[in-house]
């Protein structure tokens, strides 16, 4: 068991919080030459197993590699949810977009009387920071702009995971619409993609309280290995119709990075863009059998160190 799996077990959620807001103000006072020691430590704290930054063989050492060599401010661009819109329309057309139905820089800014019935605001700088609103009317209002305006004075690269391409990113709030698809929620096909050249899908459903993964090659057949993060296998769900596109369009948005994760939705016949993510799950997912974490590690070629804003880590 990891120090983390033991600590939320002993401790209360309250005392859990506590320690995230401990961690998370630790590592805002480091200075970035600590960043690759203190990346170490929180890896060791979660897997209970080193992480060999210095020369990385598998994926997940990999992704932790291009954390503190690869971290560009191209990559914080696309990785902003507002900006990385207009990338993707000059790449691959903009009607894979979901549309926009507002950008702000403060939560007081939004006019919620104007909005739809349903929508989903989200912070553009970090990963999770997501409101959904199924019935507006059921919202309350000022708590949203108390957790958006929360958000938006936090650092995504400093909660833990040094995913320091984020500090790229500029903080404001997105709205779009709620978007539902025939599996009665909304799945998520995600795409794992080396310079280009996908790698596996795998598909997360999230009925209330769980969250549902399940690993596919290319073709759709079901991979001889799981990759997972804190998830349950799912059951095989269907291609989906816009596979092909898909695949194309993962392969197109996915040059030029050793390694991307191009994440796309299919509604009402329609494929859309979700977000492109460079630290998949920060770097935490597991590969049952663990083999396959050297097999794709082995695919995945590094570009040359790259210092993090004047700073070789």
């Not at 108390?146 to 903080?171: I, N, S, T, V």
Request: overall charge neutral; glycine content about 8%; aromatic content about 14%.
């Amino acid at each position: 068991m990891s120090v983390r799996g033991a600590a939320e077990i002993v401790f209360s959620p309250p005392v859990q919080n506590w320690l995230k807001q401990v961690i998370y103000r630790h590592n805002c006072r480091l200075s970035p030459d600590h960043y690759r020691s203190a990346l170490k430590h929180w890896y060791w704290l979660f897997k209970c197993r080193p992480c060999h930054v210095e020369e990385p063989r598998t994926m997940t050492e990999k992704i932790h590699w291009l954390k503190l060599y690869d971290s560009t401010p191209v990559k914080g661009r696309l990785a902003d949810k507002f900006l990385v819109r207009q990338w993707v329309a000059d790449t691959v057309g903009e009607r894979y977009l979901v549309p926009l139905l507002g950008v702000w820089d403060s939560p007081d800014e939004i006019d919620f009387e104007s909005l739809p019935d349903s929508f989903v605001l989200k912070a553009t700088h970090g990963s999770g920071w997501n409101i959904l609103v199924p019935d507006k009317r059921t919202l309350d209002v000022e708590r949203a702009r108390q957790r958006l305006r929360d958000w938006l004075g936090l650092r995504q690269a400093m909660k833990g995971g040094f995913e320091l391409h984020y500090e790229y990113c500029e903080p404001r709030i997105v709205c779009e619409p709620f978007l539902r698809d025939d599996s009665g929620g909304l799945r998520d096909y995600k795409f794992m993609v080396f310079d280009g050249v996908v790698q596996f899908v795998f598909t997360v459903d999230r009925p209330p309280g769980r969250a549902l993964r399940g690993t596919y090659l290319p073709d759709w057949t079901r991979a001889p290995f799981e990759y997972t993060c804190e998830a349950d296998r799912a059951p095989d769900v269907p291609a989906p119709a816009g596979l092909e596109t898909m695949l194309s369009l993962a392969g197109e948005l996915g040059k030029g990075f050793a390694c991307a994760r191009i994440d796309f939705y299919e509604v009402d016949g329609n494929v859309y863009f979700g977000e492109i993510t460079f630290t998949d799950a920060d770097g935490l997912s597991d590969f049952a059998p663990s083999r396959y974490d050297r097999v794709f590690g082995d695919r995945i070629v590094l570009p040359e160190k790259k210092s993090f804003k004047g700073v070789m880590l």
